[in-house]
């Protein structure tokens, strides 16, 4: 299994970035896929989850309002849309998948089974 994140740049703030997440997995659609990022020197932190059809979505409170996940399992690509960005979204951004047969979304990095390698972006004021 293989996560290919990418989509990640420079953008001033208020601007916007579309991340995508190629994924290699036979079975995309029984993946829940999730958005995680890191800053410097701050731990990874969850941004964003969707379940296997894209019913249902969760998001940080941080990126409320901003930020949107969505997945397209004929072609086995999770996005995130970022709109109105601030220089404290700066981070390098991670997709991760996690396995669960019952169709669970989990927010908890420990939970997903296999992550990208993350693409950066980053945001000036």
């Known amino acids: 299994v293989q996560l290919q994140a990418f989509g990640g740049g420079l953008v001033q703030a208020g601007g916007s970035l579309r991340l995508s997440c190629a994924a290699s997995i036979r079975t995309f659609s029984r993946y829940t896929m999730g958005w995680f990022r890191q800053a410097p020197g701050k731990e990874r932190e969850f941004v964003a989850a969707?379940?296997?059809?894209?019913?249902?979505?969760y998001v940080a409170d941080s990126v409320k309002g901003r930020f949107t996940i969505s997945r397209d399992n004929a072609v086995n690509t999770v996005y995130l849309q970022m709109n109105g960005l601030k220089p404290e979204d700066t981070a390098v951004y991670y997709c991760?998948?996690?396995?669960?047969?019952?169709?669970?979304?989990?927010?908890?990095?420990?939970?997903?089974?296999?992550w990208g390698q993350g693409t950066l972006v980053t945001v000036s004021s």
């Open positions: 991760a998948a996690d396995y669960d047969p019952n169709g669970v979304v989990t927010t908890l990095l420990d939970d997903h089974d296999y």
């Open positions: 969707i379940s296997w059809s894209g019913g249902s979505t």
